[in-house]
């Protein structure tokens, strides 16, 4: 019997998809492998770089579309039909935005931050959770660029509202902030759905996500899924319909997946 629509994943990776701390997902990748195999579309929407995504691919060891960077690049929409575009450029590169940074941040602000790039390798190490070529792969930025902040919630307030000012973001994730443009993983996901409406206008939208910078992506989906963590707050997380794992990464995003294709009657 036909499916009475097309269904598409847009998953966070680290912490959702793949373990926190070892990055794997071998629990999970028969069953990743096997919704493939049946015909939904499974399109990574993460921080990680295009390096990462395509290590994570090659292991999987079935071809996927996938965003880039928090948003800044689409890759390989010409997997799902052969008109659409192989890449979607959606931020300005890297240099600009240090260029901006660099003029509009005040000094006080700046010295609070501390880009990974200009670490030493064992710090970054221990950053990151990578080393060898993990880490080199997890450097190999384009569009977005890594960093602590040491200041206080105020100051890091006041970045935020100059970065914004700037045209300039910066986004969450669990280890690090990153600077990047205007963009986001919802922008870049809303792109890729008007395009692939274009050949199908029955579609229904399963997020899956983990932290802050994923919550726009749940609230923007038709069923959004949280996947545990023990690092944030879920209880204050206010997104209706919202399913939760018990579990952690990788055996929670499998969890939420199967409790929402029986919510979708898929």
Partial sequence: MSKKFSLIIFTDLDGSLLHRDNF???????????????????????????????????????????????????????????????????????????????????????????????????????????????LKNALNRKYTIPFLFKGNKVEKNKLLKVLRSASLTMQEGGRVLNLGDNTNKVKSMNQVLKIYRKIENKIKVIAVGDNLNDLDMLRNSDIPCLVFNDQFKQDQINIDNLIVSNKPSPEGWADVIKMALVKLDY
Avoid: A, W
């Fill in 24 to 134: 794997r997902f071998d629990e999970i990748k028969d069953y990743l492998k096997k919704i493939i195999d049946d015909g939904i579309i499974v399109i990574p929407n993460t921080s990680k770089t295009q390096s990462e995504i395509e290590e994570f691919i090659k292991d999987l060891g079935s071809s996927l579309p996938f965003i880039s960077e928090n948003g800044s690049e689409i890759h390989g929409l010409d997997l799902i039909n052969s008109n659409f575009p192989n890449k979607i450029i959606l931020s300005r590169d890297k240099k600009e935005l240090l260029e901006i940074f660099n003029k509009k941040v005040p000094k006080e602000l700046k010295d609070q931050c501390k880009f990974i790039s200009e670490m030493n390798t064992k710090e970054q190490i221990d950053i990151l959770g990578l080393k060898d070529k993990n």
